[in-house]
């Protein structure tokens, strides 16, 4: 049993907290290095107090100072920034990042972490949609161990042989499954969709999750985001990765082998499990999500998935089809549109409309370097928050 020093980036969010869940559970195996929240003060404090961390990221001095006040007379250093959030990600002392922050932000810690050769348990599926190319050769290069958190992610690294060349066909892999649960509104009539509400869009009905990912859930474009990033993570083609309905979110996802057998990973949807699983891989520890009772649940169902219902999937599949920096143009117009339909600036059906415009004037263009990637990446939510002004 090794004892593993972790950094959670984002650990007041609903990764890090299922995180920390985890961690508390197995004290002799895990220890807290390092902690990071945007404005979660008290909840941050409060993390800090129980599981006393050297270090606390913050993303400003003000914010730095609130949390210094809350933690007098505790041993914590508080820092702030991007550059303490990289610096975390890759201190001497830590094995293991935990990149669970949402959305571009995460990129940059995430990174960090790959450059310094740690375990990066990847929950920020927006880094590789972002920069997949540029990720995975940090990943290469400083032999770091990539973990995948995304439910379905880990699922599909537990159903592949072990070790896993990067090569599908050299393992009789054929096809990827990832399994959907179609989100809040798999069943609602189309012709209702145009009145959706933010509240109705992040009731997702199997996971408790951010915001952000779970307006992209109800869009589906979470599981476009996914799509993308099974095909960094894997290195499968597109048209190796298919996507299916499964409204139960019990089977997390499938890979099936040349000879016709398909291996899946099942359990109850708990994030505490791919979590658990990445932390103590490749040995397993208890979670205290319920055993899965297959005969409690009596039926699993599956059925193909809807591009009409749901065009954001088909905009991701056009979007890694396309190459270059596109997933990033996608991922960049996505957190604005997302967050202006949070804040009731545009309707739901708005969403897709806007990123295929932005698609379209955007995508495409090749990106040699990281800085190039984020200068794209800026020019697409400045085209987004045009259209959304403009609408
Ligand atoms: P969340 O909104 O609950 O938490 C986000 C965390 O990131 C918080 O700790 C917040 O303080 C921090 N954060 C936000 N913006 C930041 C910024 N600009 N700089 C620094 N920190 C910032 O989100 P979540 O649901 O925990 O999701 C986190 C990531 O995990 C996302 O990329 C999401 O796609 C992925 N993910 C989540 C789930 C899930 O079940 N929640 C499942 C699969 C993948
Ligand atoms: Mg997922």
């Given at each position: 049993m090794t004892m593993?020093y972790?950094?959670?980036?984002?650990s007041?969010g609903t990764?890090?907290v299922?995180?920390?869940?985890?961690?508390?559970?197995h004290?002799?195996?895990?220890?807290?290095?390092?902690?990071?929240g945007q404005?979660?003060?008290?909840k941050?404090?409060e993390?800090?107090?129980?599981f006393?961390p050297k270090?606390a990221v913050?993303?400003d001095?003000?914010?730095?100072?609130?949390l210094?006040t809350?933690?007098?007379?505790l041993?914590?250093e508080?820092?702030?920034g991007?550059?303490?959030?990289?610096r975390?990600?890759?201190?001497?002392?830590v094995?293991?990042?935990?990149?669970?922050i949402?959305?571009?932000?995460?990129?940059r810690?995430?990174?960090?972490a790959?450059?310094?050769g740690k375990?990066?348990?990847?929950?920020n599926?927006?880094t590789?949609?972002?920069?997949?190319q540029f990720f995975?050769?940090?990943?290469r290069?400083?032999?770091?161990?990539?973990l995948?958190?995304?439910?379905?992610?880990?699922?599909i690294?537990?159903?592949?042989p072990e070790?896993?060349?990067?090569?599908?066909?050299?393992?009789?892999?054929?096809?990827?499954?990832?399994?959907a649960?179609?989100?809040?509104f798999?069943?609602?009539p189309?012709?209702?969709l145009a009145?959706?509400?933010?509240?109705q869009?992040?009731a997702?009905?199997n996971?408790?999750?951010?915001?952000k990912?779970?307006v992209?859930?109800a869009?589906?474009m979470?599981?476009?985001?996914?799509v993308?990033e099974?095909h960094w993570?894997?290195?499968?083609r597109p048209?190796?990765?298919?996507?299916?309905?499964?409204?139960?979110?019990?089977?997390?996802?499938?890979?099936?082998y040349?000879?016709?057998s398909?291996?899946a990973q099942?359990?109850?949807p708990?994030?505490?499990?791919?979590?658990?699983?990445?932390?103590?891989?490749?040995?397993?520890v208890a979670?205290?999500?319920?055993w899965?009772?297959?005969a409690?649940l009596?039926?699993?169902?599956f059925?193909a998935s809807?591009t009409d219902?749901?065009?954001?999937?088909?905009?991701?599949?056009?979007?890694?089809?396309a190459?270059?920096?596109?997933?990033?143009v996608?991922n960049a117009a996505n957190?604005e549109?997302?967050?202006?339909?949070?804040d009731?600036?545009?309707?739901?059906?708005?969403?897709?409309?806007i990123l295929?415009?932005?698609?379209?004037?955007?995508?495409?263009?090749?990106?040699?370097s990281l800085?190039?990637?984020?200068t794209?990446?800026?020019k697409a939510r400045?085209?987004?928050?045009e259209?959304?002004?403009?609408r």
């Amino acid at each position: 049993m090794t004892m593993r020093y972790l950094t959670i980036l984002g650990s007041t969010g609903t990764i890090g907290v299922n995180t920390l869940d985890v961690v508390a559970r197995h004290p002799d195996r895990f220890k807290i290095v390092a902690l990071s929240g945007q404005n979660q003060i008290a909840k941050l404090a409060e993390q800090c107090r129980h599981f006393k961390p050297k270090y606390a990221v913050v993303l400003d001095p003000a914010r730095a100072l609130a949390l210094k006040t809350a933690l007098a007379g505790l041993n914590v250093e508080v820092l702030y920034g991007v550059e303490a959030l990289e610096r975390i990600a890759s201190l001497a002392e830590v094995d293991t990042v935990m990149a669970a922050i949402v959305g571009a932000a995460g990129m940059r810690p995430a990174l960090a972490a790959a450059q310094a050769g740690k375990r990066v348990l990847l929950a920020n599926k927006e880094t590789l949609v972002m920069a997949g190319q540029f990720f995975m050769a940090a990943v290469r290069a400083s032999g770091a161990t990539l973990l995948p958190i995304d439910s379905e992610h880990n699922a599909i690294f537990q159903s592949m042989p072990e070790p896993y060349s990067g090569n599908p066909a050299a393992h009789g892999i054929r096809r990827i499954l990832l399994t959907a649960s179609g989100g809040p509104f798999r069943t609602r009539p189309v012709e209702t969709l145009a009145a959706v509400t933010p509240e109705q869009a992040v009731a997702h009905p199997n996971w408790s999750m951010g915001k952000k990912i779970s307006v992209d859930s109800a869009t589906m474009m979470n599981k476009g985001l996914e799509v993308i990033e099974a095909h960094w993570l894997f290195n499968a083609r597109p048209d190796q990765i298919d996507v299916v309905v499964h409204p139960q979110s019990i089977v997390h996802s499938m890979v099936e082998y040349q000879d016709g057998s398909v291996l899946a990973q099942l359990s109850n949807p708990d994030m505490r499990i791919p979590i658990a699983h990445a932390l103590a891989y490749p040995e397993r520890v208890a979670t205290g999500v319920p055993w899965l009772d297959l005969a409690k649940l009596g039926q699993l169902t599956f059925e193909a998935s809807d591009t009409d219902r749901f065009p954001c999937l088909k905009l991701a599949y056009q979007a890694l089809a396309a190459g270059g920096s596109s997933t990033t143009v996608l991922n960049a117009a996505n957190e604005e549109v997302v967050a202006a339909f949070l804040d009731r600036r545009i309707p739901y059906l708005t969403i897709p409309k806007i990123l295929g415009r932005v698609l379209e004037r955007l995508g495409g263009q090749p990106a040699a370097s990281l800085t190039e990637l984020e200068t794209i990446d800026a020019k697409a939510r400045a085209l987004a928050i045009e259209l959304i002004a403009a609408r």
